[in-house]
């Protein structure tokens, strides 16, 4: 998770997070949405489509990232917001 608050306007945090197939991904999406609606956290958009590789589902000032590891790795978002400090890494 990189916190974005002194960065970017559009959100506070990226939470970036890797699956190793469509089924986890789509499993993924569907766990986090339900329990954060749970708590009364809508989410506001969803980019990606059943064969993407790259989900992006937007709570607002939470914007999820779930990958493909190759696809994570090609796009590099943790380099590239390389000045954001990252709050937690889960191995």
Not at 29 to 49: M, N, Q, S, W
Request: hydrophobic share 45%; no cysteine; glycine share 4%.
């Amino acid at each position: 998770m990189l916190d974005l608050r002194e960065l970017a306007w559009f959100a506070d945090y990226f939470v970036i997070m890797s699956a190793q197939s469509t089924r986890q991904l789509f499993a993924l999406e569907e766990d986090i949405t339900k329990a954060l609606k749970a708590v009364d956290v809508p989410r506001f958009h969803r980019e990606g489509t059943s064969t993407s590789s790259w989900l992006l589902l937007d709570f607002s000032g939470v914007i999820v990232h779930l990958f493909d590891p190759e696809t994570r790795d090609m796009y590099g978002l943790e380099r590239l917001w390389s000045s954001a400090t990252e709050v937690v890494r889960i191995l």
